[in-house]
């Protein structure tokens, strides 16, 4: 067993001092007791202990990307994620050839499970299955109508599906694969539905927004579109925090209206946690510099936001507190998976990451082993 002394834990509704958190390959207790005897002891010396991070947003990491469909893609964005206190995350497709999403899932049936740094909790399926006219950084080339073909062999790994729920053939779709499949998430995104067919999509049962207000139909007033069907239903939805997708203001705005349904994802692509200069996201050229992904056209596409700078931005920026913004990136992404992830309690997995008051990562624990240390 091991156990962490000398650490503020964010433990449900508080911040506790003086105690010490005891795990193995799971939460075992949090106690006042600070002998911590038999135990592999770590010393946080005064700084935060919370549950690791989890992003439901992935493309790459590390100059890796999902679509590159090796093992050595996912282990090099597994061990990358490390050091922004990423410990479990959605690989994330894109809009490409059948073939090369075919590969890129056949890839993680075989290889998720053997990645050593962060776990990969299976696949957020972004696209193809998107409307043309707000493809954002995918390929329009490559979007299709929703068809169980193409993903049918792959349902274990596929957690999360991204697509437009306006298109033809959406509606069928959803309501079998909800029937199918429950485990999977249904999210709006990359979508031009109107403010009355985003709301028929939740009657569906999808339940969350991607990237909020990008890739959209906007908020107005006489036409609230997709962030108007959000914000007056209980449906969860995420951003990308890294003040170039969403102004400072919008993020507050955001939290205001949906509080603890509010995700932080980072959408990261092959860039992450790497040098600015350039890249590829889906088969297109991406050009990074100054903390942003562009097309040649000037498209966003995707970020280069690490997790650890969302949170920052989120406590810097906005008026959330330090528990409600770590819960943005713990409790509410497990609770939207249904995983036993994103909080410290006895029985939960003992994903862990210590951070000081600025957020940079000291160290970063997976299933109770130090993965990564500062
Ligand atoms: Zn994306």
């Not at 590829?280 to 650890?308: F, R, Y």
């Not at 998976?337 to 990562?361: H, P, Q, R, T």
Request: charged content about 20%; glycine content about 8%.
């Amino acid at each position: 067993m091991k156990a962490i002394v000398n650490a503020k834990i964010l433990h449900e509704e508080t911040i506790l001092e003086g105690c010490t958190l005891f795990f193995d390959t799971q939460i075992v207790k949090i106690t006042d007791d600070v002998t911590a005897q038999n135990c592999e002891v770590i010393d946080a010396k005064g700084a935060y202990v919370s549950s690791g991070f989890i992003d439901l947003h992935v493309h790459g990491s590390g100059g890796a990307d999902v679509m590159d469909a090796s093992p050595a893609a996912l282990e090099t964005i597994s061990a990358t994620l490390l050091q922004t206190g990423v410990t479990s995350f959605l690989a994330t497709t894109m809009t490409m050839s059948n073939e090369a999403i075919d590969k890129a899932l056949q890839n993680m049936q075989d290889h998720a499970k053997s990645v050593t740094g962060a776990n990969i909790l299976g696949v957020h399926l972004e696209g193809p299955f998107i409307n043309v006219s707000r493809h954002g950084a995918q390929n329009k080339d490559y979007v299709q109508a929703p068809t169980m073909a193409l993903i049918e062999p792959y349902m274990q790994e596929i957690k999360m599906i991204t697509l437009a729920p306006e298109v033809e053939g959406a509606e069928a779709f959803v309501k079998h694969m909800m029937s199918s499949y429950p485990h999977v998430v249904f999210s709006v995104g990359h979508s031009d539905a109107s403010y009355e067919e985003c709301k028929e999509g939740f009657r569906w049962g999808m339940s969350h927004a991607t990237h909020l207000f990008n890739a959209m139909t906007p908020y107005h007033h006489r036409s609230p579109g997709i962030v108007g069907a959000v914000f007056d239903s209980d449906v969860s939805c995420d951003v990308i925090a890294d003040l170039v997708h969403t102004h400072p203001s919008v993020l507050e705005l955001v939290y205001r209206m949906k509080k603890e349904k509010l995700i932080l994802i980072t959408d990261a692509m092959r860039a992450g946690c790497m040098k600015c200069g350039s890249y590829d996201l889906g088969g297109q050229h991406v050009e990074v510099q100054d903390g942003k992904a562009v097309l040649e056209d000037g498209t966003l596409a995707g970020s280069v936001l690490k997790m650890n700078e969302a949170l920052s931005n989120m406590r810097q920026y906005t008026s959330m507190g330090l528990l409600e913004v770590v819960n943005a990136a713990t409790k509410a992404p497990a609770q939207k998976l249904g995983i036993k992830k994103g909080e410290l309690k006895v029985g939960y997995d003992a994903d862990i990451v210590i951070f000081d008051e600025n957020f940079s990562i000291i160290t970063t624990i997976v299933m109770g082993e130090i993965k990564y240390a500062r």
